[in-house]
């Protein structure tokens, strides 16, 4: 029996930034359209913890499902708007050729947040510090990023979530969760649909491919099952790096999420700070067979430590391109060296070349808010020039951040993000394939929140221009 078939003008895949901007921009047009958004995961108001995390101290962070539902991932936990087009999460003159008209798309981005109930205040203002902080790292060689940015608060963020979706809902547009996209529908050479996990098939004219990091592996898949074209895009493998908040508080005055780009003496190999969790926890994630780390922070609950991802940025050629392959032959490392838990190293053992242990982790002057953890040797997982890089950037760190690199800073491992193979696509965001159009982290055309977004509001654009 042929099973069940339902037309839409457009389905979007994924109800993440990417997604719930696309659907926001295509009711934009004065001509109504049947739209349907689908995502496998929950509700945005359903979004709750299901598991105790941190000595069973609940932080209602949802780690475990943080990556799927309405409002993506991210979102949930901190949700920093960076309110810049270029230099973090991506370049959105990669796709519009224009920096005034990317520009306007971050304002017009932050508008619709403020719209939703963002917060009002926005950091990263103060003229005198951010040149005090910018000198105070050139002078290191160290260059920090000015970043204008809103801070949506992880208890905030379900209700502005869930208004936009209401917003969107009220104006006819279908949410389907729980529902999990299996396939896409392509029929000679164009795509024509979706296929659900339930085999539901549905028909649509346009459909937007978004998502995110949780949909990578995949979309790796539908690349190879469909021939869209794509390339393996660079990785960042790493530490999470914990400190007292003390020491963080001046750069923290300046910006929420301070980033710093260092490039290292010995490899000249690129490293940053990003996602910095001021008076934060860091919390373990699970990818399936391997382990790995994050930080959250929150508005009501806070530690003594702020925490934040030092990352090498790993590129590779031939004869292996697959540069997710490589970080997760390290993920798989570091979880059979931490016994499915994550590493832990003061530096001070890992500068004198030994593993850390109970006893050893004692000696530092504050505690680790992760505990679920294993005490051991980074240097053990991590490749040799993934380490140099990060010891010679935290001794650099160092200078404009003192205290940073004492003996007592803690590094957790592994901290790797992995991006998707990056999907090719036009100025329209169109994919080889006629019909499919691709936005956000998923296809590895962002790897922040408003850039996500962006994406998603341009796929809407150019899928409206080919309409
Ligand atoms: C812990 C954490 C903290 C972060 N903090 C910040 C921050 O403070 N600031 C910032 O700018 N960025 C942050 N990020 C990154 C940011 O969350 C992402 O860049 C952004 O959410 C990407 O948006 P997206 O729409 O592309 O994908 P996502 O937000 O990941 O949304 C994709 C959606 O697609 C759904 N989906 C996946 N596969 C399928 C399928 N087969 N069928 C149906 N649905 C599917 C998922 O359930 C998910 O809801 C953080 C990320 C994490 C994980």
Redesign the pocket.
Known sequence: MEPQQTQYDFAI???????LFAAYELLQQSKPLKIMI????PDAMQRKCPVSVNDSKCLNCAPCN????VG????F??????LRHDVV?GNLSDFTNDDVESNKIVDYIDQIFLRFGAPERVHGMDDEKIAQLSLRAMSAGIKFVRIRQRHLGSENTPRLIQKFADHLREKGIEICTD????DLLIEEGECRGIVLENNKIIRAKKIIF??????AV?VGEMARKHNIAAIHAPIDIGVRVEVPAIIMQSVIDVNR?PKFHIWTSKYEDFVRTF?TNHEGFVVKENYGSVIGV?G?SFTDKKSENTNFAFVVKTRLTEPLENTTLYAESIARLATILGQGKPIIQRLGDLRRGRRSNDWRLKKSTFHPTLTDVTPGNIAMALPHRILTDIMEGLDKLNEVIPGVATDSTFLYAPEIKYYAMKIGVDNNMETNIKNLFA????AGL?????K?SAT?LLAARGAIRTF
């Open positions: 895949i994924g109800a993440g930034p990417a997604g689908i995502d496998k995961g943080i990556m799927c539902g993506g991932s991210g979102i936990s901190d949700g920093i708007l960076n999460g529902e999990g996209v299996k978004a998502p995110g990091r949780v949909g995949w999420d996602c994050n959250h936005a956000g982290d998923g962002s790897r922040d929140i408003v996500a998603g």
